[in-house]
Structures are given as structure tokens and as C-alpha cells.
């Protein structure tokens, strides 16, 4: 049988409930013939179990990639992951986020040298994000508007980001106003581009960590493409107790770095001794 086609590299930090919840999405992929690498950020025996407890069961590679807890350090696990993986395409998504079927097969339909794809998410509730069950995500419940209205969502335009209509997924695409960037819970590209502008800067915590490689991607001629309503996740809902300002305010300070220098290459990357 042929290898993997493409490597999915999804980040983790002590969420086992959720993480089991997003096994289950990638168990329902209708595209097979993928690894799945969990970059984890020095979660405790807890996430160490679940995933082998899945391993025996799943019909893809399943890769384990782990560092000693050290704060919120993302980015290293993931240039670890990068230099695990096998595959010449990358997609990127997050523990906390459960794909639709169709999710890595819309990335596989829509890859292209030149170019990253740019996807993103649909926010749950944390009651909704506690309801959903192994069966609501194999049956695709947890994905239709009407059965998260029945268990309280509330009207929105965002939640045509759910819709199933390939005319109004492209044409949504077409007229969002929202930018294509480089998103961690939802972006896939060429592992080339990728190594070649060094991974992630492992300088970077939270906030914008995950743009700053799109940054980087755009000054090499790079473009990006949106699969904002086709490629689909939902996001489970999650408290963020490791945000610190002073995190986001050196993130911010390192990507206008890489905008106003045009920087392509960090110093701070795949490999790096910081």
C-alpha cells in the first residue's frame, strides 16, 4: 500500500477529553491515507494513555511527539513535529478542534505549489462543547446548524461557516472580507516552504505565533488561499490560563520585525539552540 500523502500535525496541552474528541474526527476522515503527529507541549500521563489506548485501533499512523512541560512553549513541539513528519504536505490543526469527514480531503483537493491554504473554525459554547459524543461526530451532528441549534446555538451569519453547499462554500470564500493568513487550527502547505523558512520562530508564545510563519511565507512570494468555509472544524470551547500580555506584546513586536525587514528565514527555528 502506498504511504501516507500528507502529515496532520495537531497541537495539544492537558486536554484529554477534548483530544479524544478530535481522535474521533480523525477516525471519520473519508481520506485515509494520512499520519496524524500530536505535537504535545508537555501534557502529564493522562494524554500519554489516551493516545496509545487509540493507536491499535486507528487505520492510520498514529505519532506521539512530546517534550517536558516548560510553559507555553507551541512552537518548539511544533518544529518537532515538522522534523518527524514524513510527508511532503503539511496541515495544521489544534487538539481542541473537530474536523468534518471531508476536512483533510478538502485540503488534499485544494493544495497547490505556491501556495498555503488559509482555513478556519466554528466557536462552540462550552455547554455544547461538553455535549457532543462519539456518536454526534461520527453521525455529523455535531456539524449541522440545526442539530447545535437544538442544543442552544444561537442565530448567526458565522454559522454559515457550517454550510455544505460546495456554490456557497467557494462564493463565501470569494467575498469574505477576512484575510488569508497562516492559522494554527487550520492551514496546510508544502513542507519545503515550511523548512526552508526555518519552522516556526521558537522566540514566539502565545498570540500570532502561528501568523508569523504566513508572514514570513507571504515575503518569499508565497500566496494564500482561503478555505474558510470549506475546510471544517469546530472549535471546543476552553479557558486560556497561560495568556500573559507580556507574551502577546513580544509576539507583536517580532512580527513587525518580520513585516517591515521582509525577514523570510528565522534564526530562532527548526533546530534552533535558544
Same mark, same amino acid.
Given at each position: 500500500?502506498?504511504?501516507?500523502?500528507?502529515?496532520?500535525?495537531?497541537?495539544?496541552?492537558?486536554?484529554?477529553?477534548?483530544?479524544?474528541?478530535?481522535?474521533?474526527?480523525?477516525?471519520?476522515?473519508?481520506?485515509?491515507?494520512? &499520519?496524524?503527529?500530536?505535537?504535545?507541549? $508537555?501534557?502529564?500521563?493522562?494524554?500519554?494513555? %489516551?493516545?496509545?489506548?487509540?493507536?491499535?485501533?486507528?487505520?492510520?499512523?498514529?505519532?506521539?511527539?512530546?517534550? @517536558?512541560?516548560?510553559?507555553?512553549?507551541?512552537t518548539?513541539? /511544533?518544529?518537532k513535529?515538522?522534523l518527524?513528519s514524513?510527508? #511532503?504536505?503539511?496541515?495544521?490543526?489544534?487538539?481542541? +478542534?473537530?474536523?468534518?469527514?471531508?476536512?483533510?480531503?478538502?485540503?488534499i483537493?485544494?493544495?497547490?505549489?505556491?501556495?498555503? %491554504?488559509?482555513?478556519?473554525?466554528?466557536?462552540?459554547?462550552?455547554?455544547i462543547?461538553?455535549?457532543?459524543?462519539? &456518536?454526534?461526530?461520527?453521525?455529523?451532528? +455535531?456539524?449541522?446548524?440545526?442539530?447545535?441549534?437544538?442544543?442552544?446555538?444561537?442565530?448567526?451569519?458565522?454559522? #454559515?461557516?457550517?454550510?455544505?453547499?460546495?456554490?456557497?462554500?467557494?462564493? %463565501?470564500?470569494?467575498?469574505?472580507?477576512? &484575510? *488569508?493568513?497562516?492559522?494554527?487550527? #487550520?492551514?496546510?502547505?508544502?513542507?519545503?516552504?515550511?523548512?526552508?523558512?526555518?519552522?516556526?520562530? @521558537?522566540?514566539?508564545?502565545? $498570540?500570532?505565533?502561528d501568523r508569523?510563519?504566513? &508572514?514570513?511565507?507571504?515575503?518569499?512570494?508565497?500566496?494564500?488561499?482561503?478555505?474558510?468555509?470549506?475546510?471544517?472544524?469546530?472549535? %471546543?470551547?476552553? *479557558?486560556? $490560563?497561560?495568556?500573559?500580555?507580556?507574551?502577546? @506584546?513580544?509576539?507583536?513586536?517580532?512580527?513587525?520585525?518580520?513585516k517591515?525587514?521582509?525577514?523570510?528565514?528565522?534564526?530562532?527555528? /527548526?533546530?534552533?539552540?535558544?
Amino acid at each position: 500500500m502506498q504511504g501516507p500523502q500528507i502529515s496532520v500535525i495537531i497541537s495539544t496541552y492537558n486536554q484529554p477529553d477534548w483530544l479524544q474528541k478530535v481522535l474521533w474526527g480523525y477516525e471519520c476522515q473519508s481520506y485515509k491515507n494520512f &499520519e496524524l503527529i500530536i505535537a504535545d507541549d $508537555g501534557s502529564d500521563e493522562t494524554t500519554k494513555n %489516551l493516545i496509545d489506548s487509540f493507536k491499535d485501533s486507528f487505520n492510520y499512523r498514529l505519532i506521539h511527539v512530546w517534550h @517536558e512541560d516548560d510553559g507555553f512553549q507551541k512552537t518548539k513541539i /511544533l518544529n518537532k513535529a515538522i522534523l518527524t513528519s514524513s510527508c #511532503n504536505y503539511l496541515l495544521f490543526s489544534d487538539g481542541d +478542534c473537530i474536523p468534518r469527514s471531508d476536512f483533510i480531503q478538502t485540503h488534499i483537493d485544494n493544495k497547490e505549489e505556491g501556495y498555503f %491554504l488559509s482555513g478556519g473554525y466554528f466557536k462552540l459554547p462550552m455547554h455544547i462543547s461538553k455535549h457532543i459524543t462519539q &456518536e454526534n461526530i461520527i453521525d455529523g451532528n +455535531c456539524f449541522d446548524v440545526a442539530w447545535l441549534k437544538q442544543q442552544g446555538l444561537k442565530s448567526s451569519f458565522k454559522n #454559515n461557516k457550517l454550510t455544505t453547499s460546495t456554490f456557497k462554500q467557494k462564493l %463565501l470564500n470569494w467575498i469574505t472580507p477576512t &484575510e *488569508a493568513t497562516w492559522n494554527g487550527h #487550520n492551514s496546510s502547505g508544502w513542507k519545503n516552504d515550511i523548512v526552508t523558512a526555518n519552522g516556526f520562530d @521558537e522566540r514566539m508564545q502565545y $498570540g500570532g505565533e502561528d501568523r508569523e510563519l504566513g &508572514e514570513r511565507l507571504f515575503n518569499t512570494g508565497i500566496k494564500a488561499r482561503h478555505l474558510r468555509y470549506s475546510a471544517i472544524c469546530v472549535h %471546543l470551547d476552553h *479557558a486560556r $490560563g497561560y495568556v500573559k500580555p507580556e507574551m502577546i @506584546e513580544k509576539n507583536l513586536e517580532i512580527r513587525k520585525q518580520t513585516k517591515d525587514q521582509k525577514i523570510t528565514v528565522t534564526s530562532y527555528g /527548526l533546530g534552533a539552540k535558544n
